[in-house]
């Protein structure tokens, strides 16, 4: 893989806005294995604030949210940030707690989709969304990249 987004609201963060577990080492990972890494949210601006306060921010090479050109959970927001990290649709993973998410990922042409439950019970969802790989936990993503 060249890239992997993220979700940045409630895939790398709590409903408490603290990061999950293990999300920094992860990060450091990809980073020290030249992947590049981005990030899409929903909300405002405040999702690089909320990184930038939690010590990631520095990990990103691009974060589009929601107030910004391009909206970024639909297809088009998504290959803008494809191309601003300059990595092909089928070389990129989406990673996301999010049905909605996984589905903008297959619309997207993406090689890969990871679902991620935090241990919690939407794994349903992501099954339904056709997501490639569902994960309990962020450090599970290593496991199933490829």
Same mark, same amino acid.
């Given at each position: 893989m060249r890239a992997v987004i993220f979700d940045i609201d409630h895939t790398l963060f709590t409903a408490e806005q603290a990061a999950h577990s293990g999300v920094q080492d992860l990060l450091q990972i990809l980073r020290r294995?030249?992947?590049?890494?981005?990030?899409?949210?929903?909300?405002?601006?405040?999702?690089?604030?909320?990184?930038?306060?939690a010590g990631l921010g520095h990990y990103f090479d691009k974060v589009l949210c929601a107030d910004q050109a391009f909206?970024?959970?639909? +297809?088009? &927001?998504?290959? /803008?940030?494809? *191309?601003?990290?300059g990595a092909r649709p089928e070389d990129s993973t989406l990673v996301s707690h999010a049905h909605s998410d996984i589905l903008?990922?297959?619309?997207?042409?993406?090689?890969? +989709?990871? &679902?991620?439950? /935090?241990?919690? *019970?939407?794994?349903?969802?992501?099954v339904e969304a056709g997501a490639d790989h569902i994960i309990q936990d962020i450090p599970a993503v290593l496991d199933v990249l490829e």
């Open positions: 294995l030249g992947i590049a890494i981005g990030g899409i949210s929903g909300d405002d601006h405040r999702a690089l604030v909320r990184l930038d306060e909206e970024p959970k639909e +297809t088009a &927001g998504l290959h /803008h940030l494809l *191309s601003l990290l903008l990922g297959k619309d997207a042409a993406l090689g890969k +989709t990871i &679902g991620v439950t /935090h241990g919690h *019970s939407n794994v349903q969802p992501l």
